[in-house]
């Protein structure tokens, strides 16, 4: 079974802070992807990776950048902290691209983020 | 803009009722559709997916329709259970590119 495992499940940190949030899977996928999920809104792309040291932008990107330097690690970089980052925080992996079976994500638990 | 559309925040169901979850989307690039259900304090979990070259995709009690024309689709559930309580999400995927655009969610309670 896939396991998505997000390092933190809760982290409070201060406006202006540079703020790592990590992303492991287990199963050798391709694709990681971070979003956050606000009430009201569902959940949003920030970016995503479909290979090693390669990222594309989703919808929201600014305020944040990526790494991947291993295939099974996905890092989400907050910058410099604002308090409109408050969020739930999810972390997800597929093995293929959308449209064939076998892209569906498999979700990690979540990190909820609190900047002060 | 909201791309895909879950307009009912909430849902109650009885228990071994049918529960029916909808979905609309905007985007006619859109081609291929899931639903993840997900629990608190938890991530989504994949439920169900279909494709636009079908209307419909059964997997045991959980039943998916897509219907193109009106850019709508929906969950059906049958017989409801307490179980199924869990907020309920639709994504959506374009035939180009390689992002998933999700709805709002849709939290349903399954009373016993």
């Known amino acids: 079974d896939v396991k998505v495992t997000q390092s933190s499940r809760y982290l409070v940190k201060r406006t202006g802070e540079k703020v790592f949030l990590e992303c492991v899977q287990d199963?050798?996928?391709?694709?990681m992807f971070w979003y956050r999920q606000d009430p009201g809104l569902g959940l949003r792309l920030i970016y995503f990776?479909?290979?090693?040291?390669?990222?594309e932008k989703g919808d929201i990107p600014e305020g944040y950048s990526v790494s991947r330097e291993k295939k099974e690690r996905f890092s989400l970089i907050l910058e410099s902290a604002s308090t409109n980052q408050t969020s739930m925080y999810l972390c997800a992996s597929s093995l293929f691209h959308r449209g064939q079976a076998g892209s569906a994500q498999h979700f990690g638990d979540g990190t909820r983020l609190s900047i002060l | 803009d909201q791309q895909v559309k879950q307009n009912s925040p909430s849902l109650s169901v009885q228990e071994g009722r049918i529960s029916i979850l909808n979905c609309d989307y905007t985007?006619?690039?859109?081609?291929?559709f899931l639903w993840y259900k997900k629990y608190p304090a938890e991530g989504p979990t994949f439920l169900i997916s279909i494709s636009s070259i079908k209307d419909k995709n059964e997997d045991g009690r959980f039943t998916v329709f897509l219907n193109k024309s009106a850019k709508h689709l929906s969950l059906h559930i049958v017989p409801s259970q307490p179980g199924d309580s869990a907020v309920y999400f639709c994504a959506a995927s374009p035939f180009t590119g390689n992002q998933f655009y999700f709805g709002t969610g849709t939290s349903l309670t399954v009373i016993p």
């Open positions: 990776s479909y290979d090693v040291k390669m990222k």
């Open positions: 199963m050798d996928h391709e694709n």
């Open positions: 985007n006619s690039m859109f081609d291929y």
